[in-house]
């Protein structure tokens, strides 16, 4: 059987038993990798509607950053950007990026919280003012960034016929980049 804590309320912890509980979490967070690999995995069955799967547009995005000699930030950030579409699909991007905020740059957390923003201005049948809810965000430093994410590595992701890289390519850079010490500002 597994060693437990004694306490029912944090408060009655002892040194001992939070610093077992510590030595728990580290163990667990190195896992941290596996399951994101695995949450992205589990896209391929995802809802659609598009011609190819969430999980292939995932690896197309990364495909696209990478070739286009994006930094391993915003490789992951390609990479990663839609996992949240089943468990928070109207906040997917502020999940995602709240996941990757300790690990990524601040400019490509902030492009995958705001992703779904700017890219409702390719969605023609779209509202002009919900065309433009971008311009919201036109004072951030990361605003053209942004523009430039959604352009060439997300709204062209949806090609049957685009020959992307296997998730095993990526691997390598998932566990380096969510194995960093995380930073918290």
Same mark, same amino acid.
């Given at each position: 059987?597994?060693?437990?804590?004694?306490?029912?309320?944090?408060?009655?912890?002892?040194?001992?038993?939070?610093?077992?509980?510590? =030595? #728990?979490?580290?163990?667990?967070?190195?896992?941290?990798?596996?399951? #994101?690999?695995?949450?992205?995995?589990?896209?391929?069955?995802?809802?659609?509607?598009?011609?190819?799967?969430?999980?292939?547009?995932?690896?197309?995005?990364?495909?696209?950053?990478?070739?286009?000699?994006?930094? =391993?930030?915003?490789?992951?950030?390609?990479?990663?950007?839609?996992?949240?579409?089943?468990?928070?699909?109207?906040?997917?991007?502020?999940?995602?990026?709240?996941?990757?905020?300790?690990?990524?740059?601040?400019?490509?957390?902030?492009?995958?919280?705001?992703?779904?923003?700017?890219?409702?201005?390719?969605?023609?049948?779209?509202?002009?003012?919900?065309?433009?809810?971008?311009?919201?965000?036109?004072?951030?430093?990361?605003? =053209?960034?942004?523009?430039?994410?959604?352009?060439?590595?997300?709204?062209?992701?949806?090609?049957?016929?685009?020959?992307?890289?296997?998730?095993?390519?990526?691997?390598?850079?998932?566990?380096?980049?969510?194995?960093?010490?995380?930073?918290?500002?």
């Amino acid at each position: 059987m597994q060693k437990i804590v004694d306490f029912t309320r944090m408060e009655d912890g002892t040194k001992e038993e939070f610093e077992f509980l510590d =030595e #728990l979490e580290d163990g667990f967070n190195l896992g941290l990798p596996d399951r #994101l690999l695995k949450t992205l995995d589990g896209l391929k069955d995802s809802f659609s509607g598009y011609r190819i799967s969430r999980y292939e547009h995932c690896l197309q995005s990364a495909t696209r950053a990478y070739e286009n000699n994006e930094d =391993e930030d915003m490789v992951m950030a390609a990479l990663f950007h839609d996992i949240g579409d089943e468990l928070a699909p109207y906040t997917h991007g502020e999940m995602v990026a709240a996941i990757l905020k300790p690990f990524v740059s601040e400019k490509a957390a902030w492009i995958v919280k705001h992703h779904g923003v700017f890219q409702q201005h390719y969605m023609a049948h779209m509202s002009e003012e919900e065309k433009n809810a971008r311009d919201y965000f036109k004072d951030s430093p990361y605003y =053209e960034e942004c523009i430039n994410f959604c352009k060439n590595y997300d709204q062209n992701c949806f090609d049957p016929n685009y020959v992307h890289y296997p998730v095993e390519f990526f691997e390598p850079m998932v566990r380096r980049v969510f194995t960093r010490t995380p930073e918290f500002a």
